[in-house]
Protein backbone atom coordinates (compact mmCIF):
# COMPACT_ATOMS: atom_id res chain seq x y z
CA UNK A 1 0.00 0.00 0.00
CA UNK A 2 1.54 3.15 -1.37
CA UNK A 3 2.38 6.49 1.84
CA UNK A 4 0.55 9.09 1.25
CA UNK A 5 2.96 11.97 0.05
CA UNK A 6 3.13 15.44 1.61
CA UNK A 7 4.71 18.42 0.40
CA UNK A 8 6.67 19.06 3.21
CA UNK A 9 8.22 15.46 3.41
CA UNK A 10 9.91 16.46 -0.24
CA UNK A 11 11.91 17.99 -1.96
CA UNK A 12 14.07 17.91 -5.37
CA UNK A 13 17.31 16.60 -5.66
CA UNK A 14 20.45 17.87 -5.12
CA UNK A 15 21.65 17.07 -8.85
CA UNK A 16 18.65 18.19 -10.26
CA UNK A 17 17.73 21.48 -11.83
CA UNK A 18 13.63 22.81 -12.44
CA UNK A 19 12.56 25.57 -14.51
CA UNK A 20 9.24 26.95 -15.68
CA UNK A 21 9.07 27.34 -19.08
CA UNK A 22 6.33 29.02 -21.00
CA UNK A 23 4.97 28.24 -24.89
CA UNK A 24 5.58 29.95 -27.43
CA UNK A 25 2.14 31.80 -27.15
CA UNK A 26 4.11 32.85 -23.30
CA UNK A 27 0.59 31.56 -21.84
CA UNK A 28 1.01 30.18 -18.62
CA UNK A 29 -1.56 27.86 -19.42
CA UNK A 30 0.74 26.30 -21.79
CA UNK A 31 3.28 26.26 -18.99
CA UNK A 32 6.02 23.55 -19.18
CA UNK A 33 8.86 22.63 -15.61
CA UNK A 34 11.64 20.68 -17.54
CA UNK A 35 13.57 18.84 -14.95
CA UNK A 36 17.17 18.05 -16.12
CA UNK A 37 18.84 15.20 -13.96
CA UNK A 38 22.62 15.83 -13.77
CA UNK A 39 23.63 12.37 -13.08
CA UNK A 40 21.78 10.32 -15.84
CA UNK A 41 21.95 13.30 -18.17
CA UNK A 42 18.43 13.59 -19.32
CA UNK A 43 15.24 16.00 -19.06
CA UNK A 44 12.15 15.18 -17.98
CA UNK A 45 9.24 17.69 -18.79
CA UNK A 46 5.70 18.12 -16.72
CA UNK A 47 2.53 19.93 -17.78
CA UNK A 48 -0.51 20.93 -16.99
CA UNK A 49 -2.86 20.07 -13.55
CA UNK A 50 0.35 17.45 -12.40
CA UNK A 51 2.96 20.42 -12.42
CA UNK A 52 0.72 22.87 -10.44
CA UNK A 53 0.06 19.86 -7.72
CA UNK A 54 3.68 19.11 -7.62
CA UNK A 55 4.67 22.71 -6.96
CA UNK A 56 2.61 22.27 -3.71
CA UNK A 57 4.01 18.87 -2.97
CA UNK A 58 7.60 19.27 -3.49
CA UNK A 59 9.77 22.06 -2.06
CA UNK A 60 12.54 23.71 -4.60
CA UNK A 61 9.44 22.68 -7.85
CA UNK A 62 8.86 25.77 -9.69
CA UNK A 63 5.07 27.51 -9.72
CA UNK A 64 2.20 27.48 -7.46
CA UNK A 65 -0.96 26.40 -6.99
CA UNK A 66 -3.19 28.69 -8.43
CA UNK A 67 -6.78 27.45 -6.75
CA UNK A 68 -8.09 26.27 -3.54
CA UNK A 69 -9.02 23.57 -5.34
CA UNK A 70 -5.72 22.51 -6.74
CA UNK A 71 -3.99 22.69 -3.38
CA UNK A 72 -6.72 20.58 -2.07
CA UNK A 73 -6.23 17.99 -5.00
CA UNK A 74 -2.90 17.89 -4.27
CA UNK A 75 -3.51 15.37 -1.00
CA UNK A 76 -5.68 12.99 -3.45
CA UNK A 77 -4.49 13.17 -6.89
CA UNK A 78 -3.17 9.67 -7.55
CA UNK A 79 -1.72 10.06 -11.06
CA UNK A 80 0.40 12.52 -9.47
CA UNK A 81 1.23 10.80 -6.77
CA UNK A 82 2.34 7.89 -8.83
CA UNK A 83 4.53 10.32 -10.95
CA UNK A 84 6.17 11.37 -7.50
CA UNK A 85 6.76 7.73 -6.53
CA UNK A 86 8.86 7.11 -10.16
CA UNK A 87 10.56 10.33 -9.54
CA UNK A 88 12.08 8.76 -6.04
CA UNK A 89 12.84 5.31 -7.53
CA UNK A 90 14.89 7.57 -10.29
CA UNK A 91 17.07 9.65 -7.22
CA UNK A 92 15.46 12.86 -8.77
CA UNK A 93 13.67 13.70 -4.81
CA UNK A 94 14.86 13.22 -1.89
CA UNK A 95 13.38 14.12 1.74
CA UNK A 96 13.11 17.73 2.93
CA UNK A 97 14.93 17.04 5.88
CA UNK A 98 17.65 14.84 3.90
CA UNK A 99 21.07 17.28 4.14
CA UNK A 100 23.84 16.76 2.55
CA UNK A 101 27.52 18.52 2.98
CA UNK A 102 28.10 20.95 0.07
CA UNK A 103 24.57 20.19 -0.96
CA UNK A 104 25.08 22.43 -4.34
CA UNK A 105 28.17 23.15 -5.80
CA UNK A 106 27.19 25.66 -7.97
CA UNK A 107 23.69 27.01 -7.15
CA UNK A 108 21.91 29.22 -10.43
CA UNK A 109 22.94 32.96 -10.23
CA UNK A 110 21.83 33.55 -13.71
CA UNK A 111 22.56 36.44 -15.56
CA UNK A 112 20.41 37.67 -18.63
CA UNK A 113 22.35 37.65 -21.73
CA UNK A 114 21.92 41.10 -23.58
CA UNK A 115 24.66 41.39 -25.62
CA UNK A 116 26.85 39.25 -28.31
CA UNK A 117 30.78 39.19 -28.29
CA UNK A 118 31.70 41.00 -31.50
CA UNK A 119 35.24 41.49 -32.47
CA UNK A 120 36.88 42.52 -35.82
CA UNK A 121 40.13 40.32 -35.45
CA UNK A 122 40.11 38.69 -39.06
CA UNK A 123 44.03 37.27 -38.28
CA UNK A 124 44.30 36.27 -35.12
CA UNK A 125 47.87 35.35 -33.61
CA UNK A 126 47.94 31.82 -33.06
CA UNK A 127 50.88 30.11 -31.70
CA UNK A 128 52.16 26.97 -30.86
CA UNK A 129 50.66 27.15 -27.29
CA UNK A 130 46.99 28.52 -28.33
CA UNK A 131 46.86 25.79 -31.14
CA UNK A 132 47.99 22.99 -28.46
CA UNK A 133 45.73 24.49 -25.84
CA UNK A 134 42.69 24.20 -28.20
CA UNK A 135 43.18 20.41 -29.59
CA UNK A 136 43.99 19.35 -25.88
CA UNK A 137 40.08 21.40 -24.98
CA UNK A 138 38.67 19.85 -27.55
CA UNK A 139 39.59 16.63 -26.85
CA UNK A 140 39.19 16.88 -23.12
CA UNK A 141 35.57 18.54 -23.82
CA UNK A 142 34.72 15.31 -25.90
CA UNK A 143 36.10 12.67 -23.14
CA UNK A 144 33.84 14.39 -20.90
CA UNK A 145 30.95 13.91 -22.55
CA UNK A 146 31.32 10.33 -23.45
CA UNK A 147 32.34 9.47 -20.11
CA UNK A 148 31.13 11.95 -17.17
CA UNK A 149 27.75 13.06 -16.11
CA UNK A 150 26.41 16.53 -16.93
CA UNK A 151 27.25 17.26 -12.64
CA UNK A 152 30.27 15.57 -12.51
CA UNK A 153 31.02 18.07 -15.43
CA UNK A 154 29.81 21.27 -13.65
CA UNK A 155 31.86 20.32 -10.50
CA UNK A 156 34.86 20.08 -12.91
CA UNK A 157 34.55 23.27 -14.56
CA UNK A 158 33.67 24.99 -10.99
CA UNK A 159 36.79 23.77 -9.58
CA UNK A 160 38.99 25.15 -12.26
CA UNK A 161 37.39 28.59 -12.69
CA UNK A 162 37.82 29.05 -8.98
CA UNK A 163 41.77 28.18 -9.83
CA UNK A 164 42.38 31.15 -12.01
CA UNK A 165 43.26 34.23 -10.86
CA UNK A 166 41.69 37.62 -10.34
CA UNK A 167 40.83 38.94 -14.45
CA UNK A 168 43.43 41.61 -15.65
CA UNK A 169 42.88 44.85 -16.23
CA UNK A 170 42.49 44.28 -20.01
CA UNK A 171 40.51 40.96 -19.43
CA UNK A 172 37.69 42.15 -22.27
CA UNK A 173 40.89 42.80 -25.05
CA UNK A 174 42.01 39.24 -23.80
CA UNK A 175 39.07 38.11 -24.47
CA UNK A 176 38.33 39.13 -28.14
CA UNK A 177 41.93 37.77 -28.44
CA UNK A 178 40.96 34.09 -27.62
CA UNK A 179 37.11 33.92 -28.95
CA UNK A 180 38.90 35.37 -32.70
CA UNK A 181 41.36 32.24 -31.99
CA UNK A 182 39.24 29.48 -30.83
CA UNK A 183 37.04 30.72 -33.88
CA UNK A 184 39.95 30.45 -36.71
CA UNK A 185 40.94 26.57 -35.17
CA UNK A 186 37.57 25.21 -35.07
CA UNK A 187 36.97 24.32 -38.20
CA UNK A 188 40.11 22.35 -38.53
CA UNK A 189 38.49 20.05 -35.73
CA UNK A 190 34.53 20.49 -35.41
CA UNK A 191 31.97 22.50 -36.26
CA UNK A 192 29.13 23.96 -33.83
CA UNK A 193 26.64 22.97 -35.63
CA UNK A 194 24.41 21.02 -33.53
CA UNK A 195 27.05 20.27 -31.37
CA UNK A 196 26.14 23.17 -28.77
CA UNK A 197 27.24 21.48 -25.56
CA UNK A 198 31.15 19.97 -27.31
CA UNK A 199 31.40 23.63 -28.15
CA UNK A 200 30.74 25.44 -25.11
CA UNK A 201 32.49 23.12 -23.49
CA UNK A 202 35.81 23.28 -25.44
CA UNK A 203 35.58 26.88 -25.44
CA UNK A 204 34.76 27.16 -21.63
CA UNK A 205 38.50 25.01 -21.05
CA UNK A 206 40.01 26.75 -23.74
CA UNK A 207 39.82 30.29 -21.79
CA UNK A 208 40.48 28.51 -18.54
CA UNK A 209 43.85 27.88 -20.23
CA UNK A 210 44.11 31.50 -21.22
CA UNK A 211 43.66 32.66 -17.50
CA UNK A 212 39.70 33.95 -18.60
CA UNK A 213 37.16 32.96 -16.89
CA UNK A 214 33.53 32.49 -18.16
CA UNK A 215 30.27 31.07 -17.16
CA UNK A 216 28.95 27.13 -18.86
CA UNK A 217 24.90 27.40 -19.57
CA UNK A 218 22.13 25.04 -20.70
CA UNK A 219 18.93 26.23 -21.33
CA UNK A 220 15.50 24.62 -22.67
CA UNK A 221 12.08 26.13 -24.16
CA UNK A 222 8.79 24.35 -24.78
CA UNK A 223 6.19 23.24 -27.35
CA UNK A 224 8.32 21.57 -28.89
CA UNK A 225 11.37 20.96 -26.17
CA UNK A 226 15.02 21.81 -27.15
CA UNK A 227 17.60 21.99 -25.41
CA UNK A 228 21.20 24.74 -26.18
CA UNK A 229 24.39 25.16 -24.46
CA UNK A 230 26.35 28.53 -24.60
CA UNK A 231 28.91 30.37 -23.59
CA UNK A 232 28.46 33.54 -21.32
CA UNK A 233 30.76 36.17 -19.93
CA UNK A 234 28.81 38.37 -17.64
CA UNK A 235 26.17 39.80 -19.70
CA UNK A 236 27.72 39.48 -23.07
CA UNK A 237 27.29 35.43 -25.14
CA UNK A 238 30.42 34.67 -26.78
CA UNK A 239 30.17 31.81 -29.10
CA UNK A 240 26.41 32.22 -30.18
CA UNK A 241 23.94 35.75 -30.62
CA UNK A 242 22.31 36.72 -27.67
CA UNK A 243 19.15 36.85 -29.72
CA UNK A 244 19.39 32.98 -30.29
CA UNK A 245 19.60 32.14 -26.87
CA UNK A 246 17.09 34.41 -24.92
CA UNK A 247 14.65 32.09 -26.91
CA UNK A 248 15.93 29.17 -23.78
CA UNK A 249 14.92 29.93 -20.26
CA UNK A 250 18.59 29.07 -18.31
CA UNK A 251 18.17 25.44 -16.32
CA UNK A 252 21.81 25.08 -15.72
CA UNK A 253 24.45 28.26 -15.19
CA UNK A 254 27.57 26.86 -14.25
Not at 44 to 66: D, N, Q, R, Y
Not at 72 to 92: F, K, P, V, Y
Not at 143 to 154: E, F, G, T
Request: with cysteine.
Amino acid sequence: MQVPITGSHLKLAAHVRACQVEGPDHAKSNAQVILLDLHQNRYLGISGTAAKVMAGKIKGFPGHCESAAICAESTTNAATDTLIQRLRTLGMLTHNSCTLPHDDPFPIQSEEATASLEHNIEQPKLTVRKIGNFLASAAVAAWWLRWRSLHWIAVAVVARRDQLKAPPPDSAEAMKNSIAAYEALRPFAFTARDRCLHDSLALVSFLATEGLRAHWVIGVRANPFAAHSWVQSGHTVLNDSHEHVRQFRPILFV
